[in-house]
């Protein structure tokens, strides 16, 4: 790309021919576009060369931090020697080996054998069918229904979306049959008449009831996220993980921990279902698997579900050309391979996210924040118009996030804004001085929201 083109241009050119995701094109205005070009650590420069610290990993996937020269050359080294094979027809390569075995090595114990595909949307689609593929070769094809929750994002092909629990994602044309969804165990917004523990308790109980109705026999499988990351950071209360793995030990349904986002490191174990202790039957990866350097998903299949493949037999009709990509899988390597040597998910765990947790409960002190939750380095503030009345919202929702967002992007710091709420997700080799400079951007983005509200009378 011609690097010497203005911002101007690259604007144009964008608006001319680009279709984003998850944009209105009608609202996004041509100088609202910022063109990035480089990035390094933690920091990134856009093209007119302003540093901004990329407080999101880039998409919630970028663990090892950006410009990583082992990963790069590793891709490379791979491209001279076998930049593409399939993985169908009886055949494999030395990268898919390498990082399959390297995912037995450090998911836990239950599971041996990976899936690979290329994100973690086609990931929940191989879920959707290798479930209901299980239960066929049990003798029960009845059993097909898919139990997710409501503000759950599993991705946006259309069996992830209809897995999702987001209504304007099913609108558009984000519908399967045979999917239902449980309550979420969102505290803050929707349970505040009763203590965190009790609505843990009630939502995680919404499950049951939902199997109850549907008949156990017709369930397939419950899908869900540790903690539901696009859906805003929603940890969920101590007593809600717990419930749920009463209610599925109960009961003959297969358990997916999707750990996209909670994956390799980000909560402070492996996997955020080690966070939790639950035991899923199947987990989908993608984003920290590669830190995304290249684009690569992962199924996991626990024994239980392997032995079925491999005893009862017959070809299960799936697979995605780039499965097992080598490219894609030696970046993975060389991904896992850093994580390890650095010690980075022990370090989120005992070190820098403690450390981040220590400034975030500081900014819950703020007046504008309702409620500031963190686990390892994901983490969200919620932004409320009366501290003293934490029921009460920002009206209409999300145009306060907005603003507040918009006010962290100028001072140097990405977040994401979720309606009201701003979350926080950044690589995992933040330094100290980092995590020091990233707390007094995102209060600085606070004073500066707050001030804005005070000059509109919304406050
Ligand atoms: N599961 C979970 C839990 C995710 O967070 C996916 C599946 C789908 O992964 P792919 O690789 O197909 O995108 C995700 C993705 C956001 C945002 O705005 C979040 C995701 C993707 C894009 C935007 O928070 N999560």
């Given at each position: 790309m011609n690097v010497n083109l203005s911002t101007a241009d690259l604007r144009q050119k964008d608006a001319a021919h680009h279709f984003h995701p998850f944009t209105d094109h009608k609202t996004?205005?041509?100088?609202e576009r910022r063109v990035m070009v480089r990035a390094d650590g933690v920091w990134m420069w856009d093209s007119d060369g302003n540093r901004i610290m990329d407080g999101m990993a880039g998409l919630w996937c970028v663990n090892v931090g950006h410009g990583r020269q082992e990963i790069i050359e590793a891709v490379r080294s791979q491209m001279s020697e076998l930049s593409y094979y399939n993985t169908f027809f009886k055949t494999t390569t030395l990268p898919a080996i390498e990082l399959a075995e390297m995912l037995a090595e450090i998911?836990?114990?239950?599971?041996?054998m990976s899936f690979f595909g290329g994100s973690g949307s086609d990931g929940n689609d191989t879920v959707v069918r290798m479930v209901r593929t299980y239960w066929q070769m049990l003798?029960?094809?009845?059993?097909?229904i898919i139990l997710s929750r409501v503000n759950a994002y599993h991705g946006s092909t259309v069996a992830a979306a209809a897995l999702g629990g987001m209504a304007g994602m099913h609108a558009q044309g984000g519908v399967i049959g045979d999917i239902d969804h449980a309550s979420q165990p969102f505290w803050f917004g929707e349970?505040?008449?009763?203590t965190p523990e009790e609505f843990g308790l009630q939502a995680a109980r919404s499950l049951e009831a939902k199997i109850d109705e549907l008949g156990e026999e017709n369930i397939a499988a419950f899908i869900a996220e540790p903690i539901q990351g696009a859906g805003g950071v929603i940890v969920p209360p101590d007593s809600y993980w717990p419930e749920i793995k009463r209610i599925l030990d109960e009961r003959d349904i297969l358990f997916i921990s999707?750990?996209?986002?909670?994956?390799?490191?980000?909560?402070?174990?492996?996997?955020g279902c080690q966070t939790y202790g639950t035991e899923p039957d199947m987990m989908t990866m993608a984003k920290g698997l590669s830190s995304g350097y290249l684009p690569i998903g992962a199924v996991s299949i626990s024994d239980k579900i392997a032995d079925v493949f491999h005893t009862v037999g017959g070809e299960f009709f799936h697979g995605y050309t780039y499965s097992g990509h080598p490219a894609c899988c030696a970046a993975a390597i060389a991904n896992l391979k850093i994580m390890q040597r650095e010690k980075l998910v022990e370090r989120c765990a005992s070190d820098i996210g403690p450390y981040l947790q220590e400034h975030w409960k500081k900014l819950?002190?703020?007046?504008?924040?309702?409620e500031a939750v963190m686990v390892g380095l994901m983490g969200a503030i919620e932004l409320v118009p009366d501290k003293s009345e934490p029921k009460k919202r920002f009206e209409p929702g999300g145009e306060v996030g907005n603003i507040a967002r918009d006010h962290s992007f100028k001072n140097g710091l990405v977040m994401r804004a979720v309606r009201d709420r701003l979350i926080i997700c950044p690589p995992l080799t933040l330094t100290h001085a980092e995590a020091d400079e990233l707390a007094a951007m995102a209060t600085k983005s606070l004073d500066d929201t707050l001030d804005d509200l005070k000059k509109q009378g919304r406050i």
């Open positions: 996004l205005g041509l100088d998911t836990p114990p239950q599971f041996k003798g029960k094809p009845e059993k097909k349970g505040q008449d009763m999707d750990e996209v986002i909670c994956g390799f490191g980000r909560t402070g174990s492996w996997f819950g002190e703020h007046p504008l924040v309702g």
